[in-house]
């Protein structure tokens, strides 16, 4: 089994009097959260991975999360400290494991940081970097926010304490400097030295794969298997519904570009599908039209038995319902009030395409349409 993680949100670099919600992901079964070796308590778990710890007060020192498992066993730790007055840059050199070749195309990736004195990165430091880049390289630059976004500059800024700066080998081999300077900081130099790269008439004689190990520092593949199952799909046969019941298998036709849905009246805002067997229901997985700006008041019966009442919550896609196990062989899924639209945009992408929020279809004027693009419905394993 994979060892749990975990990772505290943000920073600890605050004012006096804030107070703040902190959230941590993590795999563990539960999380405690210390402020200075005080315990705040344990998290609220939603989502299986996110715990919340709500007004939590801003202290200078360190705060921690600790990750635990089901019998009280610590398995994992996360930490941030509060960094000082900024003091330094630093500069961090990656490169492909061969170091940098002289092939006029390989990269140099430089991490740049902001650093209060005793080398702590300051998260909430936005100075601006000056680069000068001597030797056989090219500057290639980074981005941050700003005009043309910094695009080749060889002024750039910090986000958040850090950016990163790529540099471009030339086909000659030799000693590269890179120095960052700032107003108030001191200075950081970084010495590279591009390696020759091997060719016969303008063709490679090394190979991309040339000096990469495959790391083996895990160990040998555990015995027994190498995952468990937690649930298992159960096929739905057919599907009956409020209206438009001639378009009900569109809900779980593995078709993310159709959907059912009802004529837009309270009453006939239902649907209930047969199983191919007898299961015992514990998790049904819904992505519902306007999944992004919408949400469902929703009751699930199992065989006529109601096994969950309440409201979607606006997401990404799918959202889970889950409950106490519960066999039968028909489930209904219905709306028990009118779906209410919230005021979240759904946004764009970077090209400027508008987020998906499912089937585009104007829904205004329905406010007791349930519209499904797919249900999967999920068992206890046998």
């Keep these: 089994m994979e060892r749990p993680h975990i990772h505290i949100f943000g920073h600890w670099n605050y004012a006096p009097g804030v107070k703040k919600n902190i959230y941590v992901v993590s ?3 539960k999380v405690q959260l210390l402020v200075n070796d005080r315990s705040i308590g344990w998290g609220r778990q939603s989502d299986r991975f996110l715990f919340t710890f ?10 921690r999360a600790v990750g635990y498992d089901a019998k009280g066993r610590q398995l994992c ?19 492909a494991p061969g170091g940098l070749l002289a092939n006029g195309a390989d990269l140099a990736l430089v991490e740049v940081e902001v650093t209060d004195a005793k080398g702590l990165r300051c998260p909430i430091d936005t100075s601006m970097i000056h680069f000068d880049l001597e030797g056989p390289a090219a500057w290639r630059g980074g981005m941050a926010q700003g005009p043309g976004n910094y695009i080749l500059s060889k002024d750039l800024p910090v986000e958040c304490g850090v950016n990163r700066v790529l540099i471009r080998s030339t086909p000659q081999a030799g000693s590269i400097l890179l120095k960052a300077t700032a107003p108030n900081l001191a200075a950081a130099t970084l010495s590279i030295v591009s390696r020759p790269f091997q060719q016969t008439g303008g063709l490679s004689l090394q190979m ?6 495959a790391p083996l520092d895990r160990g040998p593949t555990p015995a027994g298997a190498s995952y468990t199952t937690t649930r298992q799909s159960v096929k739905i046969l057919s599907a009956t519904a409020g209206s438009n019941a001639d378009k009900a298998a569109l809900s779980f036709d593995d078709n993310e570009t159709t959907d059912w849905f009802n004529d837009g009246q309270l009453a006939t805002a239902w649907i209930q599908y047969e199983l191919e067997r007898p299961a015992a229901i514990s998790e049904i997985a819904l992505k519902l039209n306007n999944f992004r700006t919408r949400s469902y008041p929703l009751k699930i019966s199992i065989d006529g038995h109601e096994v969950f009442r309440g409201a979607t919550s606006r997401n990404l896609g799918y959202y889970t319902a889950s409950f106490p196990a519960t ?6 899924i219905e709306m028990t009030d009118a779906g209410s639209g919230g005021q979240v945009t759904t946004g764009t992408e970077v090209n400027g395409k508008k987020l998906d929020d499912g089937v585009t279809r104007d829904d205004s004027g329905h406010a007791g349409r349930l519209s499904i693009i797919e249900a999967e419905l999920y068992a206890k394993p046998l």
């Design 208 to 213: 991309p794969a040339d000096g990469l190990t």
């Design 77 to 95: 730790e996360d930490r941030h400290e509060t960094a000082g007055a900024p003091a330094a840059i630093r500069l961090t050199l990656h490169t």
């Design 54 to 63: 709500e007004k939590v007060e801003w202290q200078p020192g360190v705060i």
């Design 27 to 29: 795999g563990a079964e």
């Design 327 to 332: 066999t039968g062989r028909t489930v209904k």
